[in-house]
């Protein structure tokens, strides 16, 4: 029969050649190409469909580790497959070559793939890009451009970021074979997996939902929780080939997160960190009732707005110091409007070497109030910016911060660092009032966002853990976040000497730490 079909065709070309007919010819070739990528797909369909490993390591000859490959085979399986993953394991990767595998192994017209994430960024940057490489390197059918994919001029896959609580996001898709892939889940909203999961009501119909755990409130919390009908994984980065010694290719392991950086966040945030759990784990974490910040509110506030804030937004520019002693960092951090922006950190606690740094800042910022910490050492820091402003180096406002002193609502305060951790760590995090989704050394900051706990005094004050007492408890300092909360406290009052005129030691001594000098009045943080 194929012979009988074939020399059919050899005959009608022959005739169309002699007849001189191009367009014609044309035609037989797109319906001969078309046939070819037909059968083609019916033939990978009818190997591949079931291994989706074997798919992955002839048809884009690459390797995939153990657990990667039980999230494509959970994908087989299971109508919804939820994965738990640590940072540094191939999360999206991973999410990538299921998007692929499913369009390559179903006949064009009869699957669809559809992504999302928190973002439109992440939606291109993260798992498209994957995509897009995998179907470079394979040479799959159609064509990917940043967010989409076609065959044909026939759209089978696109990635959306629709508004937040638009249900009827993702309207529109109709096909036996849908992928609804949710990348970075913790982000995505309930109203997208409410969209998703109308859309994938046949039981040939798949849900991806892969992520980091680091949102205890979230959605996908819920759906990883037991009993909620999904198929859960967990991927730690102790499962990585690096730390089990599984066997994988050289350019494969280094790829992937390794026994030093697990090392690194172990001493660096602690094992019972929120962050390490989420990270490193690839567990949730529940937030204890008397932890200041809530892990699932400094969550929300690490991811982008989908719009980019307006020139006037980004005002005011301010720095937050906190001033190290003894083995402490000293830490610059920069706030843009409600930005937390760059981080700049020396282990020091010399005036005259913390005085440049910050000099340095605030040309590199144009920022135009400076807020330091005045215990201890940073009375002479204080004293160095001013005499230097006197110079005409700067044109910063230097403002002297004492959290030991009181409140400004002495009856709900019990001193001026509860205050700061109070409205500005715990309820503008829960508020999202400020945005920390660019800002420099975000996991490091809110990993110590996380740590300090409070409660009240005999008078029903708040009270928060001293730094002191963190670091006896933790066996390290929360330094960078408190240049962070220092860096959105807005100043009202003149417990300072603005540049150019000077200040002497003394009388930075003097100055420093007075409550005028610092507000936290809600109206102040969004200046």
Aim: proline residues 5%; glycine residues 8%.
């Amino acid at each position: 029969m194929a012979t009988a079909t074939a020399d059919r065709v050899r005959r009608q070309i022959e005739q169309l050649v002699r007849a001189g007919d191009v367009q014609a010819l044309r035609r037989v070739r797109d319906q001969l190409k078309a046939a070819a990528d037909q059968q083609a797909v019916e033939q990978r369909a009818a190997r591949y469909s079931a291994d989706p490993v074997g798919w992955v390591e002839t048809r884009l000859r690459q390797v995939v580790w153990s657990k990667q490959g039980q999230v494509l085979e959970s994908v087989r399986d299971h109508r919804r497959t939820a994965v738990r993953s640590g940072h540094g394991v191939g999360k999206s990767w991973t999410a990538a070559l299921a998007a692929c595998w499913w369009l390559d192994t179903h006949p064009p017209g009869t699957a669809f793939v559809v992504s999302t994430a928190p973002t439109f960024a992440q939606v291109r940057a993260i798992l498209w890009r994957y995509i897009r490489k995998h179907h470079k390197a394979a040479d799959l059918p159609g064509r990917v451009n940043q967010t989409e994919w076609l065959i044909e001029d026939e759209l089978v896959g696109y990635g959306r970021k629709p508004a937040d609580q638009d249900e009827s996001g993702f309207q529109g898709i109709h096909a036996r074979y849908v992928l609804v892939i949710i990348d970075e889940a913790c982000g995505v909203p309930e109203q997208l997996w409410t969209a998703a999961d109308a859309l994938t009501t046949g039981p040939d119909c798949r849900i991806l939902a892969i992520g980091n755990p680091d949102n205890p409130a979230s959605h996908f919390r819920k759906v990883c929780a037991p009993g909620s009908s999904w198929h859960v994984m967990g991927i730690s980065a102790f499962d990585s080939p690096n730390l089990t010694g599984e066997h994988v290719p050289e350019e494969m392991a280094t790829a992937l997160v390794g026994e030093a950086w697990v090392e690194e966040k172990r001493r660096e945030w602690g094992e019972d960190n929120p962050l390490y759990k989420s990270k490193v784990l690839g567990q949730f974490s529940d937030d204890s009732p008397n932890q200041i910040v809530r892990a699932s509110d400094i969550a929300a506030c690490r991811i982008a707005p989908d719009t980019p804030p307006a020139p006037g937004q980004l005002l005011p520019v301010e720095l937050g110091v906190d001033v190290g002693g003894g083995s402490d960092e000293t830490v610059i951090r920069e706030r843009r409007g409600r930005q937390a922006g760059r981080e700049w950190r020396a282990r020091t606690d010399r005036p005259e070497q913390i005085a440049p740094m910050v000099i340095a800042a605030i040309r590199e910022t144009g920022a135009t109030a400076v807020k330091v910490d005045s215990i201890g050492v940073g009375f002479g820091v204080i004293g160095e910016l001013r005499n230097a402003a006197t110079r005409g180096e700067h044109q910063a406002t230097i403002r002297a911060v004492n959290v030991a002193v009181a409140s400004s609502r002495p009856d709900k305060y019990i001193n001026l660092r509860a205050e700061l951790w109070w409205e500005i760590g715990r309820n503008m995090s829960a508020e999202h009032g400020w945005d920390l989704s660019g800002m420099d050394n975000a996991d490091t900051t809110v990993a110590q966002l996380l740590e300090p706990r409070w409660d009240v005094d005999p008078r029903g004050r708040i009270r928060v853990e001293r730094k002191e007492e963190v670091i006896k408890r933790l066996g390290r300092s929360p330094d960078n976040a408190d240049a962070l909360l220092l860096a959105f406290a807005h100043p009202v009052t003149a417990d300072v000497i603005s540049s150019p005129a000077a200040v002497s030691l003394s009388q930075a001594g003097q100055a420093r730490g007075g409550l005028g000098a610092i507000s936290i009045g809600r109206s102040g943080y969004g200046r």
